[in-house]
């Protein structure tokens, strides 16, 4: 059975002490959650407090922690970078590569993200890899040569036992930060696009055990209706996870 997932992405947000009281929240306001065996919920903070989230969670086996990105290289002479080893030595479990932010305004080509893909895994991370189209891309029709090709390029050449450790966000560029979430039956739609060419690539029973997270403007209002679609294994959530009440909300609507 493939886990459910809430990931909250909180981008380039908080200091410190603000971190620290929005993780102490989200752990009060989870603890019923964490006897439930089959959701699991990541906070993915800034790289500085990782350490720190990573303590504060320490022995909940429903939270973990992931980084929002890392390099691709193992170590090296590449100033103000961090590496996949760096963030698992702070007890962080996840990545997320190829959010349509590094993809965009840091030009990450395909490539680039493979190879990030590739040593996340090497190092005993889990790669939470996005993917998702333009709004000119969905409005000419292409969405699926899209995000088919993203995932070609990214994760597909994974042999099966690295693939399954990789979770799939599905992140519609046009909605991410802007208000507009898909309708659920958009997600629902990409989702088992995704589903499909899993199978075509690996098998149905690989296809059926990922965990496929839908972004983009979900927030405690609309979670629920999107969380209700048989292929839409939860969420990452942006803007929505920095306030500890409506990401709780997001995490009970599935
Ligand atoms: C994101 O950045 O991954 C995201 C989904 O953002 P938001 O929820 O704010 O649209």
């Given at each position: 059975?493939?886990?459910k997932i809430?990931?909250g992405?909180?981008?380039m947000?908080?200091?410190?002490?603000?971190a620290?009281?929005?993780?102490?929240?989200?752990?009060?306001?989870?603890?019923d959650?964490?006897?439930?065996?089959?959701?699991?919920v990541i906070?993915?903070?800034p790289f500085?407090?990782?350490?720190k989230?990573?303590?504060?969670t320490?022995g909940?086996?429903?939270?973990?922690?992931?980084?929002?990105?890392?390099?691709?290289?193992?170590?090296?002479a590449?100033?103000?970078?961090?590496s996949?080893?760096?963030?698992?030595?702070?007890g962080?479990?996840?990545?997320i590569?190829?959010?349509?932010?590094?993809?965009?305004?840091?030009?990450?080509?395909?490539?680039?993200?493979a190879?990030?893909?590739?040593?996340?895994?090497?190092?005993?991370?889990?790669?939470?890899?996005?993917?998702?189209?333009?709004?000119?891309?969905?409005?000419?029709?292409?969405?699926?040569?899209?995000?088919?090709n993203?995932l070609k390029?990214?994760v597909?050449?994974l042999?099966?036992?690295?693939?399954?450790?990789?979770?799939i966000a599905?992140?519609?560029v046009w909605?991410i930060?802007?208000?507009?979430?898909?309708?659920p039956?958009?997600?629902?739609?990409?989702?088992?696009?995704?589903r499909?060419?899993?199978s075509?690539?690996?098998?149905?029973?690989?296809?059926?055990?990922?965990?496929?997270?839908y972004g983009g403007s979900c927030?405690?209002?609309?979670a629920?209706e999107?969380f209700?679609?048989p292929?839409v294994d939860?969420?990452?959530?942006?803007?929505?996870?920095?306030?500890a009440?409506?990401f709780?909300?997001?995490?009970?609507s599935?």
């Amino acid at each position: 059975m493939r886990k459910k997932i809430v990931a909250g992405n909180w981008k380039m947000n908080k200091t410190l002490t603000e971190a620290i009281s929005l993780i102490d929240e989200i752990v009060t306001g989870l603890k019923d959650l964490v006897k439930n065996d089959d959701k699991l919920v990541i906070i993915a903070p800034p790289f500085p407090y990782l350490m720190k989230a990573a303590e504060m969670t320490k022995g909940l086996n429903q939270i973990e922690i992931a980084a929002q990105n890392c390099h691709s290289n193992e170590k090296g002479a590449f100033t103000g970078e961090i590496s996949a080893a760096m963030i698992l030595s702070t007890g962080a479990k996840f990545v997320i590569i190829g959010h349509s932010e590094r993809r965009n305004y840091f030009k990450e080509t395909d490539d680039f993200l493979a190879k990030k893909v590739e040593i996340a895994l090497k190092t005993g991370l889990k790669p939470i890899f996005c993917c998702g189209e333009l709004l000119s891309e969905r409005q000419s029709g292409n969405q699926f040569d899209i995000v088919r090709n993203q995932l070609k390029n990214g994760v597909f050449n994974l042999s099966e036992s690295e693939f399954s450790n990789v979770v799939i966000a599905y992140e519609p560029v046009w909605a991410i930060g802007t208000g507009v979430n898909a309708s659920p039956e958009q997600a629902q739609e990409m989702h088992a696009f995704i589903r499909k060419i899993i199978s075509e690539n690996y098998s149905t029973q690989i296809s059926e055990n990922t965990t496929i997270l839908y972004g983009g403007s979900c927030n405690a209002q609309n979670a629920a209706e999107l969380f209700a679609n048989p292929d839409v294994d939860g969420g990452l959530i942006g803007g929505a996870s920095l306030i500890a009440k409506d990401f709780i909300t997001i995490v009970n609507s599935y």
